[in-house]
């Protein structure tokens, strides 16, 4: 009984912290997506970086009825994504940066729970093709 319970304890704790670790590797993958997504369309679709904010958060260009402190996809605020135009040096090399920082993730990993930031997610796209809407 003893051996089992020992046994079960680390198996246990494995399996929470194999799922767990997998469900935080998912969200990172996803506002990775999101940001190169954003970062796309930002380019082709000539917005600024509001509506590439709300797009990113909500998959829409506009502001949702309940206002920017609506939360989106994940629990993503507009208010985490930074949007900005980077190394333009005159010979048509300007690209667009989107930055999404600051997420709050919850983790259940024995001796590790509680609320964790997320890594920053940087993507960028060539500004290239601006306007490109076809």
């Known amino acids: 009984m003893v051996e089992t319970a020992l046994v079960l304890t ?15 590797l998912l969200f990172q993958e996803f ?9 796309r369309n930002a380019v082709v679709h000539s917005w600024d970086a509001t ?8 998959g829409t260009s506009t502001t949702p009825p309940g206002g920017t402190t609506t939360p989106g996809y994940l629990g ?6 930074s949007v900005t135009s980077v190394g333009d040096s005159g010979v ?17 990993i024995p001796f590790m729970s509680g609320n964790l930031t997320a890594a920053p997610v ?4 060539p500004l290239e ?4 809407t076809n």
């Open 10 to 24: 680390v198996m246990l704790a494995m399996i929470i912290f194999g799922v767990d670790m997998a469900r935080m």
């Open 31 to 39: 506002f990775t997506e999101r940001a190169r997504e954003g970062a």
């Open 51 to 58: 509506a590439t904010a709300n797009f990113i958060c909500y």
């Open 76 to 81: 993503l605020l507009p208010s985490q994504v």
């Open 92 to 108: 048509n090399d300007a690209r667009i940066e989107v930055q999404i920082s600051g997420v709050r993730m919850f983790s259940w």
């Open 122 to 125: 940087v993507a960028t796209a």
């Open 129 to 132: 093709s601006r306007g490109a």
